[in-house]
């Protein structure tokens, strides 16, 4: 990932003109997202005489680099916001690698890059048995105690697949499905409780409120995990005293 060019020019674009140019290569841009990533001081464009948004090539390529380091680097704007501020420093500023895919025996715990969206994908209901390694039959009991299910369109997404590679995984040690409920309960109070803290920020009504909340939710999420992990940790601990 390289740095923002610096071209400094007296063209202007306004936000839609920007999102345009952007779109092609990020399809889920937005003009809410731009406008809650000018919120977050990563980009500053100019103002019109009459108050708009001017936008200039750098403007582009900061908003471009912020997009393709949360897209292909699931990095937070935290640290993305310092490198651009490093590079402005005139420092040299490296891209980091892709993050290898995490597995069972990798994850230790989460970070709120974690829950970013990932690319939207199709697979279908026999590439997911195929590429998991399981049968049907095991597929049809997830989705009958609701732990998994497709899309609208019948399609699944990759965390289903992690989701269902974990599952095998602890059937493989004598967990059922009905055994598994307990986490999806646990899981759906913990949402609940995120939720609680993160709506009313999505319905502040100002621009770049529903990013902030997603912002939020990122964090919690993350910060929720850890707390579990903990959690599970410290009662297995007693549970093997």
Do not use: W
């Not at 007296?10 to 003009?31: C, H, K, N, W, Y």
């Not at 980091?96 to 969206?117: C, K």
């Amino acid at each position: 990932m390289t740095a923002p060019r610096q071209e400094p020019t007296s063209a202007t674009m306004s936000i839609g003109a920007v999102l345009e140019q952007l779109r092609a290569e990020f399809p889920d841009v937005t003009i809410s997202k731009i406008r809650f990533l000018e919120s977050e001081g990563l980009v500053t464009p100019g103002r019109s005489p009459s108050g708009y948004r001017r936008f200039s090539t750098k403007d582009c390529e900061r908003l471009r680099y912020v997009l393709t380091a949360q897209r292909d680097f699931y990095l937070p704007l935290k640290i993305i916001k310092e490198q651009l501020d490093a590079h402005d420093r005139g420092e040299q500023v490296e891209g980091p690698a892709p993050r290898a895919p995490r597995t069972l025996a990798t994850v230790q715990s989460s970070e709120p890059a974690d829950f970013l969206a990932r690319r939207q994908t199709r697979i279908s209901r026999a590439d997911l048995i195929e590429r998991v390694g399981c049968d049907e039959s095991f597929l049809r009991e997830l989705e009958r105690s609701a732990l998994v299910s497709p899309g609208k369109v019948g399609y699944f997404d990759e965390d289903a697949i992690a989701l269902v590679s974990a599952a095998k995984a602890l059937a493989e040690y004598g967990f059922e499905a009905r055994h598994l409920r307990a986490f999806k309960t646990s899981a759906d109070r913990e949402a609940g409780l995120i939720a609680q803290i993160a709506n009313p920020i999505a319905r502040g009504g100002d621009s770049g409120a529903a990013e902030r909340a997603a912002e939020l939710i990122r964090e919690l999420a993350a910060l929720s995990v850890a707390f579990h992990t903990q959690l599970v940790k410290s009662a297995v601990k007693d549970a093997v005293r």
